[in-house]
């Protein structure tokens, strides 16, 4: 044998003797809002007994496929996951491995192009400029990442790219290319910082030069940057929009399959009634409003940490509730965001302790998890099954079936 404490050699056993009613409690737990039953849903897929490294004792494991990696409520319910199979067990040792299954929330079926690989494209737009649409997209995708999704982010905003400065990406900067199935057009290359893809128009072309772009143009550069780019597998692709609702969100709306948009809006009368025309293009064009979140909402003081309300806080969240979407959650002013953008560095990575940065983290979690509850809930926007051939016979390595027991081995 390998040395393993007595007290857990027979783990196998135990686990094959009592597998049903780990199952039983851990099918009875609780479950976040994408799953009615954790086992049932294969949210726990497998339950094995392994070594830990080394091979000196034995531990069991238990497999969970998430819905996305940014699930609210993550940490508690991988908790509840542990404490389950030891009141069944014992107190043996337990490792939750974490894996994710991000599904398409809106099916790629709708006449409009689904890019390949991207399982959910989040437009972050607003009706008016200046309202921190740049801030809460670089933030949103930095958070995701952080938390263990694929993610890219686009930086559709032709006249006033941001992600570059945003991100560190210094001047001249240029994405590499790779050849593609057509040898005349070579495919751009994204770069990465901080786990996010990127590509933004400003590693392309100088400011001036798009500057005198007409509409159509401007229009089909966004275009190549959805289509143009090898983004490859990617959870969600996060969209800084421009601001308003010209060419490019019109564009975008009509040709690429959206899972949503997050509509940014500061607590002021006046950016709340462009929020209700921004939500208005999109309803016309039919892709869903997430929800709106309230950017800017109050103050954190550098000197004294204190909140202060410097404007009628909690605008956002009443038109929220007037046009009956989710409010998404309240983003404080504090120096440091406008530091970390200018610095090349989101507040969410370079200061992850401070409450911009939690209530970004709270904003990624709160959109991923709408996300992957559509999809659970419409199931029709399932993954295409995608066929490949493995010992001479087609294997589907789409979605796996749903219902049915784990595999206990
Ligand atoms: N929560 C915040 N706290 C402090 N400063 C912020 C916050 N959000 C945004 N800012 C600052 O406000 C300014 C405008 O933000 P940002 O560029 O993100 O807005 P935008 O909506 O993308 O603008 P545009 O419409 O021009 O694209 C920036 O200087 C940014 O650093
Ligand atoms: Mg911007």
Redo the contacts with the bound molecule.
Sequence with gaps: MFGFGKKHADLDKTLADKQEQVLAALNALPCPPIADHLVDDRVVDALRVDETEGGKSKRVVVEVVLPTMALKGKAALLTSIERAVKGVLGDVPVHVEVSSDVQPAVPMTNGKGGIPGIKNVVLVA?GK????????ASNLATALAGLGCKVGLLDA?IY?P?APTMFGISDGTRPGTAPSADPNKPMLVPLERFGVKLMSIGFLVDTQTAMVWRGPMIASAAMQLFKDVMWGELDYLIV?M??GTGDVQLTISQQVVVAGTVV?STPQDVALADVIRAKAMFDKVSIPCLGVVE??SYFICDGCDKRHEIFLHGGARHAAERMLVPFLGE?????G??KG??MGEPVVHKHPESQ?AKAFVALAEEVATALAKTAFDNPEALAQPTLSISGGSLQDQGKKPKKGLPVVS
């Design positions: 607003s400029g200046g309202v921190g649409k740049s801030t809460v905003d006033g941001s800084d421009p601001p940014v950017n800017m983003i404080p002013i504090e120096p965001v406008v953008g200018d911009s």
